[in-house]
T-cell receptor, first 115, second 114 residues
Framework: NAGVTQTPKFQVLKTGQSMTLQCAQDMNHNSMYWYRQDPGMGLRLIYYSASEGTTDKGEVPNGYNVSRLNKREFSLRLESAAPSQTSVYFC??????????????FGPGTRLTVL | AQKITQTQPGMFVQEKEAVTLDCTYD???????LFWYKQPSSGEMIFLIY??????QNATEGRYSLNFQKARKSANLVISASQLGDSAMYFC???????????FGQGTRLTINP
């Protein structure tokens, strides 16, 4: 099992450019998440998807859109990148949304720099 | 609202010593879960240990244990016999029963000295 995979690993954008971060999981998990991690900080939730076909906003959704393409894939799109979106982006998945004890499995992260 | 506080930005410990990383939390829910993750310099997030709010025993996973004091709302991570490979950032996180997210603390950078 590859677990959670993310592409690309690194990306540099100019202000105003758009891009999509891809995430896929092969653990048959229902729930998927996108987080951002700024230097010296913990992770903050951008969007999540409880199940295929549903998405909801997290703590910091402004400037982002998501698509749950199918059960395996959950993409994050920046329509018009801003320097404030320079961060490391993590995708995660878990077995069920409502339980407190479901561990989240994380991808390796995408390091994004917006100039 | 959920909140996680890690008050130790950095800690330095000699190899083979035990180390305790502090975590306090704030919630009004009765049902919640507490997690610890390790983030080495390579950047990935590695799950270490979980404690449920209704668990009566402290969680243990190998050299990791969680010192859960519910009345004090603390969930400290204890690493016994530290190793050089334990050098990393450590994050405490909480999930409430009704919430749809993990809330993370700001992390503690642990450095193990030989």
């Amino acid at each position: 099992n590859a677990g959670v995979t993310q592409t690309p690993k690194f990306q540099v954008l100019k202000t105003g450019q758009s891009m999509t971060l891809q995430c896929a999981q092969d653990m048959n998990h229902n729930s998927m998440y996108w987080y951002r991690q700024d230097p010296g900080m913990g992770l903050r939730l951008i969007y999540y998807s409880a199940s295929e076909g549903t998405t909801d906003k997290g703590e910091v959704p402004n400037g982002y859109n998501v698509s749950r393409l199918n059960k395996r894939e959950f993409s994050l799109r920046l329509e018009s990148a801003a320097p404030s979106q320079t961060s490391v982006y993590f995708c995660a998945s878990s077995d069920q949304l409502a339980g407190v004890n479901n561990e989240q499995f994380f991808g390796p992260g995408t390091r994004l720099t917006v100039l | 609202a959920q909140k996680i506080t890690q008050t130790q930005p950095g800690m330095f410990v000699q190899e083979k010593e035990a180390v305790t990383l502090d975590c306090t939390y704030d919630t009004s829910d009765q049902s919640y879960g507490l997690f610890w993750y390790k983030q080495p310099s390579s950047g990935e997030m590695i799950f270490l240990i979980y404690q449920g709010s209704y668990d009566e025993q402290n969680a243990t996973e190998g050299r990791y244990s969680l010192n859960f004091q519910k009345a004090r709302k603390s969930a400290n991570l204890v690493i016994s016999a530290s190793q050089l490979g334990d050098s990393a950032m450590y994050f405490c996180a909480m999930r409430e029963q009704r919430a749809q997210k993990l809330v993370f603390g700001q992390g503690t950078r642990l450095t193990i000295n030989p």
